[in-house]
Nanobody
Framework: VQLQASGGGLVQAGGSLRLSCAAS????????MGWFRQAPGKEREVVAQ???????YYADSVKGRFTISRDNAKNTVYLQMNSLKPEDTAVYYC????????????WGQGTQVTVSS
């Protein structure tokens, strides 16, 4: 599975961005998909995850502000980010699990999100 993330950019605090991650392959609907982020000097952290049954999980820091969704017909996962804060500034990565597993096996290139105060 190859992943291509897009949609990052520069936004003012309180603004919104939508990240997209397009996946290759024919097994997308059976994969778990996740968004992770890494800020300078910090470890990578999970932001949101959505599995093949559409059950989603969020980091506490983004609950109520971010929404992960998937379109299996387009092999794409999205991350809608609202009410952005400067502390959301990071490189965001999408990742895919194996088929019906919870281990992330494939990673996309990062997309930079910068939130100015």
């Amino acid at each position: 599975v190859q992943l291509q993330a897009s949609g990052g950019g520069l936004v003012q605090a309180g603004g919104s961005l939508r990240l997209s991650c397009a996946a290759s392959g024919r097994t997308f609907s059976s994969l778990g998909m996740g968004w992770f982020r890494q800020a300078p000097g910090k470890e990578r952290e999970v932001v949101a995850q959505i599995y093949w049954n559409d059950i989603a999980y969020y980091a506490d820091s983004v609950k109520g502000r971010f929404t992960i969704s998937r379109d299996n017909a387009k092999n794409t996962v999205y991350l809608q980010m609202n009410s952005l804060k400067p502390e959301d500034t990071a490189v965001y990565y999408c990742a895919a699990t194996g088929k019906y597993t919870y281990e992330y096996e494939n990673w996309g290139q990062g997309t930079q999100v910068t939130v100015s105060s």
